[in-house]
């Protein structure tokens, strides 16, 4: 059964999900993300696979990414249009989640053995059929709060869940490579990409099912929007209009994407494998470090997600973001001027002050991360606010597929510049010898260039309109709209 609530006062009505249904779709996150740990790692297979030099892979992958990109407006109209037996975006998860493990599989184990004159364009066939996949089920997850709960306040509750469930995706992959199948295969070569892909393949169908059954009651058309059936099919031409009028999304797309972007960069698979396999001489401690981070960031995120339930999302993405550079700044003068060691046994001081930094820093970065969930939702019922449209695809396919068309450059950045210490045929290896370029590198990539995201993120937030007052306004009209 749905619940219900008056706002006191007012006239509006929420349905809000159940905890355990919140709890449950999140997983849908965790599900794309362990293939996103695992896919990181493409340019080693595109090196060891079939001899692509460093930058070339990272230009390749890059192109891939655009087309990722371009995939999220043409997936969304056809989500946005979707209203049937099945509702909206069941069909989408599940058919996302079978694509993805079907053409992973193509990748590692058939791509390769083919005839050399059809191998490589095989592979890069099923991987633009790879990015078909993660953008179905992607979409959803920023797509689907909007009818899983009305409540603004709630939203920022999926949220936590949202960013527990993708700890836990983002944890496991990463612990499950760097611990169990990197010792084994240290070149990272065809045959790691071969045994780890059925531990990703199964961990996705796990999330994917609870995803599913998570979302199904509240997969429907009174759940969408004013809750009856649009009377116009949203058009292409609506992404326009959207991108022109909704000042909010706008706001929200330039925040998320910069310390995405530099975010990702940070925490590439190679800037993992120098700053831990060759500058600390610990690369296993990178999933524990991840793990950590994941773990004792939860409780803090949770306050900051409770901190915006009070105030608004906006305030509290300014002040996560003014901590995060704070952070980057003692983590630069850590590495820089302690003797980065990494050591359990015995347990040093600089173990103990950069796994403390890391920890603070994945905070920001996860809230940071986790506010756009509720931002997201906010968007899609400011565009009823102001047109009446409910299109959530729409909203969170601007979202992700301008994320991504810039999120793309990452492997690209991350080969340019170990290009230009020399790596310019092969990244960094475990058995790569350390160097002042190569550490010099490493700090600017995982400190410099967050650090700029952060600042890009604060002056963004100065202009996104979405505060308190303007999401109760929003929520005491949007049910009294007819559908377009």
Same mark, same amino acid.
């Given at each position: 059964?749905?619940?219900?609530?008056?706002?006191?006062?007012?006239?509006?009505?929420?349905?809000?999900?159940?905890?355990?249904?919140?709890?449950?779709?999140?997983?849908?996150? %965790?599900?794309?993300?362990?293939?996103?740990?695992?896919?990181?790692?493409?340019?080693?297979?595109?090196?060891?696979?079939?001899?692509?030099?460093?930058?070339?892979?990272?230009?390749?992958?890059?192109? $891939?990414?655009?087309?990722?990109?371009?995939?999220?407006?043409?997936?969304?109209?056809?989500?946005?249009?979707?209203?049937?037996?099945?509702?909206?975006?069941?069909?989408?998860?599940?058919?996302?989640? &079978?694509?993805?493990? =079907?053409?992973?599989?193509?990748? $590692?184990?058939?791509?390769?053995?083919?005839?050399?004159?059809?191998?490589?364009? %095989?592979?890069? =066939?099923?991987?633009?059929?790879?990015?078909?996949?993660?953008? %179905?089920?992607?979409?959803?997850? #920023?797509?689907?709060?909007?009818?899983?709960?009305?409540?603004?306040?709630?939203?920022?509750?999926?949220?936590?869940?949202?960013? @527990?469930?993708?700890?836990?995706?983002?944890?496991?992959?990463?612990?499950?490579?760097?611990?169990?199948?990197? /010792? #084994?295969?240290?070149?990272?070569?065809?045959?790691?990409?071969?045994?780890?892909?059925?531990?990703?393949?199964?961990?996705?169908?796990? $999330?994917?099912?609870?995803? @599913?059954?998570?979302?199904?009651?509240?997969?429907?058309?009174?759940?969408?929007?004013?809750?009856?059936?649009?009377?116009?099919?949203?058009?292409?031409?609506?992404?326009?209009? =959207?991108?022109?009028?909704?000042?909010?999304?706008?706001?929200?797309?330039?925040?998320?994407?910069?310390?995405?972007?530099?975010?990702?960069?940070?925490?590439?698979?190679?800037?993992?494998?120098?700053?831990?396999?060759?500058?600390?001489?610990?690369?296993?401690?990178?999933?524990?470090?991840?793990?950590?981070?994941?773990?004792?960031?939860?409780?803090? @995120?949770?306050? &900051?997600?409770?901190?915006?339930?009070?105030?608004?999302?906006?305030?509290?993405?300014?002040?996560?973001?003014?901590?995060?550079?704070?952070?980057?700044?003692?983590?630069?003068?850590?590495?820089?001027?302690?003797?980065?060691?990494?050591?359990?046994? /015995?347990?040093? $001081?600089?173990?103990?002050?950069?796994?403390?930094?890391?920890?603070?820093?994945?905070?920001?970065?996860?809230?940071?991360?986790?506010?756009?969930?509720?931002?997201?939702?906010?968007?899609?019922?400011?565009? &009823?606010?102001?047109?009446?449209?409910?299109?959530?695809?729409?909203?969170?396919?601007?979202?992700?597929?301008?994320? +991504?068309?810039?999120?793309?450059?990452?492997?690209?950045?991350?080969?340019?510049?170990?290009?230009?210490?020399?790596?310019?045929?092969?990244?960094?290896?475990?058995?790569?010898?350390?160097?002042?370029?190569?550490?010099?590198?490493?700090?600017?990539?995982?400190?410099?260039?967050?650090?700029?995201?952060?600042?890009?993120?604060?002056?963004?937030?100065?202009?996104?309109?979405?505060?308190?007052? +303007?999401?109760?306004?929003?929520?005491?009209?949007?049910?009294?709209? /007819?559908?377009?």
């Amino acid at each position: 059964m749905s619940t219900e609530t008056i706002q006191p006062g007012g006239n509006t009505s929420y349905h809000r999900a159940k905890p355990w249904q919140m709890a449950c779709f999140a997983g849908n996150t %965790a599900a794309y993300c362990v293939y996103n740990v695992f896919i990181g790692y493409m340019a080693y297979f595109m090196y060891g696979g079939f001899g692509i030099a460093t930058v070339a892979a990272g230009t390749m992958l890059t192109a $891939f990414r655009v087309w990722d990109a371009a995939t999220d407006p043409i997936l969304a109209w056809l989500l946005d249009r979707t209203d049937g037996k099945f509702g909206k975006f069941r069909p989408f998860i599940i058919c996302g989640d &079978v694509l993805m493990a =079907v053409t992973c599989f193509l990748m $590692f184990y058939v791509s390769y053995t083919l005839p050399k004159a059809i191998a490589f364009p %095989a592979f890069l =066939v099923f991987y633009l059929l790879y990015v078909l996949g993660y953008t %179905a089920q992607g979409i959803c997850s #920023k797509g689907a709060q909007s009818c899983l709960t009305s409540d603004p306040k709630q939203r920022a509750t999926y949220a936590m869940f949202d960013m @527990v469930l993708f700890a836990i995706g983002l944890m496991g992959a990463t612990m499950t490579i760097s611990m169990v199948y990197a /010792p #084994k295969y240290p070149d990272l070569g065809v045959e790691f990409f071969k045994a780890v892909y059925p531990v990703i393949a199964i961990a996705g169908a796990v $999330f994917t099912i609870m995803a @599913v059954v998570g979302i199904s009651e509240w997969d429907k058309t009174q759940y969408f929007g004013t809750g009856k059936k649009s009377k116009e099919k949203i058009k292409i031409s609506d992404y326009i209009d =959207v991108v022109k009028s909704n000042r909010a999304i706008q706001m929200m797309i330039l925040s998320a994407c910069s310390d995405r972007l530099t975010g990702n960069v940070a925490t590439n698979a190679a800037v993992n494998v120098v700053l831990f396999g060759i500058i600390c001489g610990n690369f296993g401690m990178s999933g524990l470090v991840s793990m950590a981070g994941a773990l004792c960031s939860i409780p803090i @995120v949770m306050l &900051v997600l409770n901190y915006s339930k009070k105030t608004d999302s906006k305030h509290a993405m300014i002040l996560i973001s003014w901590a995060g550079i704070v952070i980057l700044i003692l983590t630069f003068l850590l590495l820089q001027f302690c003797d980065p060691h990494l050591s359990m046994a /015995p347990l040093n $001081f600089f173990t103990v002050a950069f796994l403390a930094l890391r920890i603070l820093y994945q905070t920001c970065t996860g809230s940071s991360s986790s506010l756009v969930n509720p931002m997201c939702g906010d968007c899609a019922d400011y565009e &009823v606010y102001l047109s009446g449209r409910y299109c959530p695809g729409l909203i969170g396919s601007l979202y992700s597929g301008i994320d +991504k068309f810039i999120s793309s450059f990452t492997t690209l950045i991350v080969a340019g510049c170990f290009a230009l210490i020399g790596f310019t045929d092969s990244l960094p290896t475990l058995e790569t010898p350390s160097s002042p370029a190569l550490r010099a590198m490493c700090y600017f990539i995982l400190c410099g260039l967050p650090m700029i995201g952060f600042a890009v993120n604060i002056i963004a937030m100065k202009f996104y309109p979405l505060d308190r007052q +303007k999401m109760e306004e929003i929520s005491s009209k949007k049910m009294q709209q /007819p559908a377009q």
